[in-house]
């Protein structure tokens, strides 16, 4: 299960603060490791020193949550986030959503659209304004029949077994499929979880228009957590997003934790 090492991407604004409260939410749940990160361009000294205020502000908004706090100098901060998750052998990237986004949702900066098509760590973002909620509710996975959703149903449902909450499968109707071939695929799903973790896991197919209109239409609790998995043209142990998944995650209303290929 993801969570025994948990990197932080901070930054001194709403979605640094974001990715720190997730962050500590998750290392509260899974009882693992949690390192806050503050990446700095080379050659910039003055971007160092605010990069070490960076970690005194995250160090004093965490208060008695144990924590490590790191700075790296990097050209780009995504791919600071992966050199340094690698060196200190941590399986999880917690950023938060870029000043873009929109109140609740989860919009893509530079360093987010970085993890999310080359990290070999699993990657989790926070929607903005995100607040955490007293514990985990439920694991949802958005699911297509195809072998790496069919590998993350199995994880997953380890995942939700362990942490001892409902297991969710949701595929979308975007009407253009044939709904019996959905949910069979789904019911094979359903039984795949079963077979490998016991759990009876609930499954839905959201109908909509598109992407955001189909997921407007589902139930979200407050501690839920939306997992994808990675695209079949995503090399072996990196993450990488097809164009629908990406989707997903920029109408989810809740964190995404995204897996990468051959994941275990």
């Known amino acids: 299960m993801i969570g025994a090492h948990v990197i932080v991407g901070y930054a001194n604004d709403q979605g640094g603060r974001d990715a720190l409260a997730l962050g500590a939410a998750i290392t509260r749940v899974t009882g693992g490791e949690l390192t806050i990160a503050t990446i700095y361009p080379p050659g910039s000294p003055g971007l160092a ?38 060196r200190i052998r941590a399986d999880l990237i917690v950023v938060g959503s870029a000043a873009s986004g929109p109140p609740g949702r989860i919009a893509i900066g530079s360093t987010s659209d970085h993890l999310l098509h080359l990290s070999p760590e699993a990657v989790m973002l926070a929607p903005s304004g995100y607040v955490p909620p007293a514990g985990a509710d439920r694991l949802t996975l958005a699911y297509v029949h195809r072998p790496q959703c069919d590998a993350a149903v199995e994880q997953v ?50 109908e909509g228009h598109d992407v955001t209109a189909a997921l407007q239409d589902v139930e979200w ?21 097809g164009e629908l998944a990406m989707k ?17």
């Open 49 to 86: 020193v605010e990069a070490q205020a960076n970690l005194a502000h995250a160090a004093e908004a965490l208060g008695a949550v144990p924590a490590g706090f790191l700075t790296f100098e990097s050209r780009g901060t995504g791919r600071g986030l992966s050199v340094l998750a690698g």
């Open 248 to 264: 997903v995650l920029r109408a989810s209303v809740c964190p995404v934790a995204v897996l990468p290929r051959g994941f275990a």
């Open 157 to 206: 449902a380890q995942a939700a077994l362990r942490l001892g909450v409902p297991l969710r499968l949701i595929t979308l109707d975007l009407r253009t499929d044939d709904q019996g071939k959905l949910r069979d695929d789904l019911a094979l799903a359903v039984r795949l979880a079963w077979e490998t973790t016991g759990i009876e896991a609930e499954s839905e197919v959201a």
């Open 221 to 241: 609790l407050t501690g839920e957590l939306l997992v994808c998995a990675a695209s079949e043209d995503a090399q072996p142990h990196r993450v990488f997003l």
